[in-house]
């Protein structure tokens, strides 16, 4: 059974957070909001609950996960990044985008998309997400919370709890987030290149 954290989306109770970090920390499957919608994340590197992810939302091995990091800090230790790159992140994060990089090999390969080597990288402009990310000292490995036949993520706590009571181990309520996911550009080229418009605006970074 599912436990179930409402937490104040501006100022995250510090007790609420600790304990939903331990969670993380301990293998945990958890549901928390960001500035898009709510999303689905565990602890990197964590391999039998990034497969429990892979099953519930029924994704292939071609599925890029996206690291949640709390700042641009950390970005060198999981993706290749140049300074035309680290210009373009300052510039947009934190923020609703996804950007997709070289990994490096800080990250566990069953988390690269196999054929191009890349991952996910987001700093979400969310306090209680960035509060976890804080606590929990690395960041968050994470994907939308769109469930298996639908096009929308899931945007209701309640409803959230309902569906996934028996197969996560906490749902974070964060108030409502939205219901569009991010925008993911590929800056794996010599242009960033859109791959999904989302909530994030693209008309200064794609000219």
Known sequence: MAQFFQIHPDNPQGRLISQA???????GVIVFPTDSAYAIGCRLGEKLAVER???????????NFTL?????????????????MFRLLKNHTPG??????????????????PKRKTIGIRVPDNAITLALIE????????????????????????????????????????????????????????????VRQGCGATDEILG
């Open 21 to 27: 970090a331990e969670i993380v920390a301990q293998g």
């Open 53 to 63: 992810i892979r099953a519930m939302r029924q994704l292939d091995k071609q599925h």
């Open 68 to 84: 949640m990091c709390r700042d641009l800090s950390e970005l060198a230790t999981y993706a290749k990044v140049d300074n035309q």
């Open 96 to 113: 609703p985008y996804t950007f997709i990089m070289p990994a490096t090999a800080e990250v566990p390969r069953r988390l690269i998309h």
């Open 135 to 194: 606590e929990l000292g690395e960041p968050l490995m994470s994907c939308s919370l769109i469930m298996p036949g639908e096009e929308q993520p899931l945007t209701e706590p309640y409803d959230i709890r309902d569906t996934l009571e028996h197969q996560v181990e906490l749902v974070i309520d964060g108030g409502f987030c939205g219901v569009e996911a991010t925008t993911v550009l590929d800056l794996t080229g010599d242009e960033p290149q859109l």
